[in-house]
């Protein structure tokens, strides 16, 4: 099972995500770390063995989803990260790109999924086939 780590910009998009996935899976709920800080995703992750990062793009005008993804990568090279965003930029640190919906609930059912399974990378496009996934791995 993979550590999940949702980190938003906005608290209030925060409690949503929660609310969704608590809605599909209470118990997956409790095994997610939500943060609206990008510093405190980035230590989370570090030595994390099986993490899974979903990140907003914008947090600031000098911190983005793309450069906290290549900040993790660097220091976690086998970490998952995604972008759950209207506005994503796709950069070889971004393993895909979540399509953010008001409901939430794409996201809940992959985050469920990834806290709950054991699943090798390769499996998750079949799985989730409206996630726009990178080729690397």
């Known amino acids: 099972m993979a550590r999940a780590i949702v980190v938003q910009r906005f608290p209030k998009v925060l409690r949503e995500i ?27 992750a570090r030595d994390e063995e099986g993490v899974v990062i979903v990140s907003s793009q914008v947090f600031g005008p000098d911190v983005s989803g793309t450069a906290l993804a290549g900040k993790i990568k660097r220091e976690n090279p086998e970490a998952l990260f995604f972008l759950y965003s209207y506005t994503p930029e796709r950069t070889p640190q971004v393993d895909g790109i979540i399509p953010k919906t008001p409901t939430h609930h794409l996201l ?21 086939p409206r996630i726009e996934f990178s080729g690397g791995k």
């Open 18 to 44: 929660q609310r969704a996935v608590s809605l599909v899976d209470q118990e997956a709920n409790e095994k997610i770390f939500y943060t609206a800080d990008p510093d405190e995703a980035a230590e989370l």
């Open 108 to 128: 809940a059912e992959f985050l469920s999924f990834v806290v709950r399974s054991q699943f090798q990378a390769s499996q998750l496009p079949a799985r989730f």
